[in-house]
């Protein structure tokens, strides 16, 4: 039986949905895929970027290759499971159920550190690693800092020295920047420079104390990768696993990525990567725009380079304010958005007497929009920080309109996750000191002293967890120690199984909670959470690396009075709002000093970045774009019932003669009322005439 003539007939049905330019990106390479050369997806802001890689990826599965070949590496967990649910559909449509079998056997998918977990485990003999190590997170790895800066008398010193989560960002910055530390200090931390030998010093301490407790922080996933694929015989063997590899979001990968992706695929065969250079960024987590913007000088001759400019989100009449503003960037691939979708409404730049009236004027607007049926949930306010929207909470609480703030805690940050997790991370791996640490002392009667004891002799012991059980606790905590070493010796055995694991230490913890927080009730939900979290893994060490990886917003964050109500208005720092689109969006403080911010104006790459930023912030808005330019803007720390304050200008990246893209409006216009907190006229007073009197 021929099923060559049916197959062609769905494919050709299913590449019909693409509009031209994405489908020469989907079928590049031709009859011979699996040698395509190398493929740089521009995809500007709206312009199916994530359909148009799920299609390239279905696309090679259709073709012939094998899905069990196939490297996806994304920013998010989400977003490789979203990817992974488009591709099964697509092939599902062309090829029936054999086909989302297929792409359901794709098993490398994922974000760069979570592949990097696991190709270290696979590959830990030959590296010299324990393949049961545990992953810290950042606030572990800056605990452990905190431990060796201790130890090495840093924290002693006349002169202050950096914390601990100062240290670990120039670690960080350094490690994925592949910069040297006096570069990195120089650069980003010049306030720390004069410690660049202590600095040296720690870091070796870090790098050891890790070593010892076999631990890996964030940056090792990607250091290891990075440092195997330089060695010749292992590096080839990792390579040759893929035919193909897909990288989303290239423009917010850092130097050390784009190392291990040379490693891959060194001659650029196979590769593929989709990005943006207008919405780089990110350079706060050391990723470079470089990345992209040399990738086809990288690869010269050979690479190939598709710009996706035709945007399915925004009007035109907002597109052209966003591609006047991009246009003047210093250096950046052409490409010029343009929408099928007109309007008579430019965006508006709203000129506001200070933060009371633009709070007033975004409210007045966001409840207009309500009544005229675009919900609370379609409409954003963006700020550059998060303390900008300070004056907008109070109104909106004023006038009773919910709301949910982007940027809280994660849900791994609440320390009662954190306790239960390290219960777990510490019966893996008993030589995690920084687990152990705070294991410990949450019995009654154990401080830091008995905690370093007892930790103490675990890592002398060849068997940690007996050394536990020998160990003699103090009388206070005498009563409650034989459950203690019961529940973790039954973990340590596996006694109970995956995933009663965590119902066990949730049972033991319970009373320990009630005892630390005065709201165990409300926490205990996020616990049962955790629990339902946890079930959907195969075993406890895939639990802690990938939850640690990619943690899940905090449920207590979202959740309380907004919801309450039938709906609720999103406020968002820009970062936060990335990959995220609403029907009218209000963008606060366009004003130099909030952006560009007055921090982020020491060089061209930081100004320039700056203006990529409020390019994302324009492309979110689908019909409606308010940019608010309050006149009179409080300086750091001040509120409008302070004093100091600047008479702010409209932002150098929407120049006057870009103005003619722009609706220009003043609020409150003429005859219109005050808004609350402006001054009432009055009758001026004579205080000259009176100053005049005292003397006659």
């Known amino acids: 039986m021929n099923i060559a003539t049916p197959i062609a007939a769905a494919q050709t049905d299913y590449l019909g949905q693409l509009n031209p330019e994405q489908r020469r990106a989907v079928e590049h390479g031709g009859a011979d895929l699996a040698d395509a050369p190398p493929l740089l997806i521009i995809a500007g802001a709206g312009s199916g970027k994530t359909n148009t890689l799920a299609h390239r990826v279905a696309h090679l599965i259709v073709s012939g290759a094998d899905p069990r070949r196939i490297l ?19 092939t599902a449509r062309v090829m029936g159920s054999q086909g989302g079998t297929m792409a359901g056997a794709m098993s490398w998918s994922g974000t760069f550190h979570a592949v990097g977990a696991r190709l270290l485990r696979n590959h830990a003999h030959d590296i010299g690693l324990d393949p049961a190590f545990t992953i810290h997170d950042r606030e572990d790895s800056a605990d452990l800092m905190n431990l060796v800066r201790h130890e090495l008398g840093f924290s002693k010193t006349q002169k202050r020295f950096p914390m601990k989560g100062t240290c670990l960002s120039i670690y960080s910055r350094a490690v994925n920047a592949t910069a040297p530390l006096d570069e990195t200090l120089g650069q980003f931390f010049p306030w720390c420079a004069e410690w660049e030998g202590q600095l040296r010093t720690l870091f070796a301490g870090y790098v050891e104390a890790k070593q010892k407790q076999n ?4 940056d090792d996933l990607l250091l290891y990768w990075a440092q195997i694929m330089s060695e010749g015989a292992l590096a080839a063997e990792i390579a040759s696993r893929f035919d193909h590899v897909m990288v989303d979001e290239y423009q917010d990968t850092n130097r050390l990525q784009a190392s291990i992706l040379l490693g891959l695929k060194p001659n650029g065969r196979g590769l593929t990567v989709v990005g943006d250079d207008a919405q780089s960024i990110y350079s706060f987590r050391a990723a470079t725009v470089r990345n992209i913007l040399d990738f086809p000088g990288h690869f010269s001759p050979r690479a190939e380079v598709v710009t996706l400019e035709r945007n399915y989100r925004s009007t035109q009449a907002i597109l052209a304010a966003a591609n006047a503003v991009i246009e003047l960037a210093s250096e950046r691939f052409t490409k010029n958005l343009w929408s099928d979708r007109p309007s008579a409404d430019k965006p ?7 933060d009371v009236a633009q709070a007033s004027y975004v409210v007045d607007r966001i409840l207009n929009n309500r009544e005229a049926g675009i919900s609370l949930k379609s409409q954003a306010v963006l700020f550059r920080t998060s303390s900008h929207s300070a004056g907008l909470e109070v109104e909106l609480t004023r006038r009773n309109i919910p709301f949910v703030k982007f940027g809280g805690l994660k849900f791994l940050e609440a320390s009662h996750i954190k306790d239960v997790l390290a219960v777990l991370r510490f019966v893996q791996n008993p030589r995690d000191r920084v687990a152990g640490f705070r294991v410990a002392q949450l019995l009654p009667g154990i401080g ?13 012991s060849g068997d940690p967890m007996r050394a536990l059980s020998e160990f003699k606790p103090p009388a206070a905590a005498s009563e409650c120690w034989q459950e203690f070493d019961d529940t973790l010796g039954f973990l340590a055995r596996n006694a109970v199984g995956w995933p009663d694991d965590i119902d066990s230490v949730v049972r033991w913890y319970a009373p320990h909670m009630e005892r630390i927080h005065e709201d165990a009730p409300a926490r205990a939900a996020d616990l049962q959470q955790l629990a339902q979290i946890a079930a959907t893994y195969p075993s406890r060490e895939r639990f802690l690396t990938e939850l640690t990886l990619d943690p899940p917003d905090a449920t207590s964050d979202q959740s309380g009075p907004p919801f309450l109500d039938e709906d609720y208005l999103i406020l968002s720092t820009i970062h936060s709002a990335k990959g995220q689109e609403w029907n009218s969006v209000y963008l606060l403080n366009t004003v130099d000093g909030c952006l560009p911010s007055d921090l982020s104006t020491g060089s061209t790459p930081e100004i320039e970045e700056e203006r990529r930023l409020l390019y994302v912030a ?21 509120h409008s019932s302070g004093d100091r304050h600047v008479y702010a200008q409209r932002t150098r990246f929407i120049p006057n003669a870009m103005l003619k893209h722009f609706d220009k409006r003043s609020w409150p216009t003429p005859g219109t009322a005050k808004p609350p907190g402006a001054q009432k006229q009055r009758a001026p007073i004579d205080i000259g005439a009176r100053m005049r009197g005292m003397w006659k």
Do not use: C, W
């Open 448 to 460: 830091p002293g008995t905690a370093g004891k007892l930790l103490d002799r675990m890592a002398a």
């Open 618 to 638: 324009m492309t979110r808005a689908r019909d409606q774009l308010h940019l608010m330019v309050p006149q009179r803007f409080f300086t750091h720390g001040q």
């Open 72 to 90: 996806l590496l994304t920013f998010s967990r989400r977003a490789a499971a979203e990817m992974q649910r488009r591709v099964e559909r697509i």
């Open 215 to 218: 631990v890996l922080d964030y």
């Open 348 to 354: 508006a730049v709203v000129n506001v007497a200070d």
